[in-house]
């Protein structure tokens, strides 16, 4: 049998599993949705949300991509962030990046993997712009380690300078957002830091206009 015949079978086993703990499970899981975090993470098959929180279908709203960035031109994932925000009104934003990333590790190196270069651009911009605290660390694992918790904290920096993130906190004092890190070596998440609504967004740049609409 392949693989992903099996994985179908593993579907319809599960199926029987939650029907058998809920009968009317499926009824209340197709009705709505009302998740109370976004996830922004790492498209690495290793990271699953669900898995390593432990959380069940409709608790979490889903973004993932190369080493769980938030760019301000990124449409996807401005959807994505304005969607969850203001129609689901989730609480809590959380970008979880991973040590051992192999986006951020690219980004440390001089080798072109194609396209995907343009898109780690923004990682080696984060480097440059901490490339003493980076670079004083003791050895390669050490470096790309620090790297990833910086990228992460630049990330829901990067969240707080949306208009759509300023806009919520004024009417509604949510989301919450917080920089996490997963550690795939025991399993742990270590979190890095959290942005609450009451603190305006640090750099008056980037603080828009948004309470005189
Ligand atoms: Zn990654």
């Known amino acids: 049998m392949n693989r992903y015949e099996q994985m179908l079978l593993e579907n319809k086993a599960w199926v029987e599993e939650m029907l058998e703990g809920d009968p009317a499970f499926f009824?209340?899981?197709?009705?709505?949705?009302?998740?109370?975090?976004?996830?922004?993470?790492?498209?690495d098959s290793r990271v699953s949300p669900s898995e390593i929180t432990q959380t069940s279908p409709g608790e979490i709203f889903i973004h993932r991509n190369v080493a769980n960035l938030v760019v301000h031109t990124d449409f996807n994932l401005l959807s994505v962030l304005q969607y969850?925000?203001?129609?689901?009104?989730?609480?809590?934003?959380?970008?979880?990046?991973?040590?051992?990333?192999?986006?951020?590790?690219?980004?440390?190196?001089?080798?072109?993997?194609?396209?995907?270069?343009?898109?780690?651009?923004?990682?080696?911009?984060?480097?440059?712009?901490?490339k003493h605290e980076?670079?004083?660390?003791?050895?390669?694992?050490?470096?790309?380690?620090?790297?990833?918790?910086?990228?992460?904290?630049?990330?829901?920096?990067?969240?707080?300078?949306?208009?759509?993130i300023q806009k919520a906190w004024k009417n509604r004092q949510r989301p919450f957002l917080h920089g996490w890190v997963f550690d795939m070596k025991d399993g742990i998440i270590r979190p890095q830091m959290e942005i609450t609504p009451h603190q305006p967004c640090d750099d008056p740049v980037y603080a828009y206009d948004v309470f005189k609409k």
Not at 115 to 124: C, E, G, N, S
Request: proline share 2%; net charge positive; aromatic share 6%.
């Open 84 to 130: 969850a925000v203001e129609v689901l009104e989730i609480n809590h934003v959380i970008v979880c990046g991973h040590y051992g990333c192999g986006g951020v590790h690219a980004a440390l190196t001089q080798q072109s993997y194609g396209m995907i270069d343009i898109w780690l651009r923004h990682i080696k911009d984060t480097y440059c712009a901490h």
């Open 134 to 164: 980076v670079d004083t660390q003791p050895n390669d694992e050490a470096r790309a380690n620090k790297l990833v918790e910086i990228n992460v904290r630049q990330q829901v920096r990067n969240l707080a300078k949306t208009t759509i």
């Open 27 to 43: 009824k209340k899981l197709s009705a709505s949705q009302k998740p109370e975090f976004l996830w922004i993470g790492c498209s």
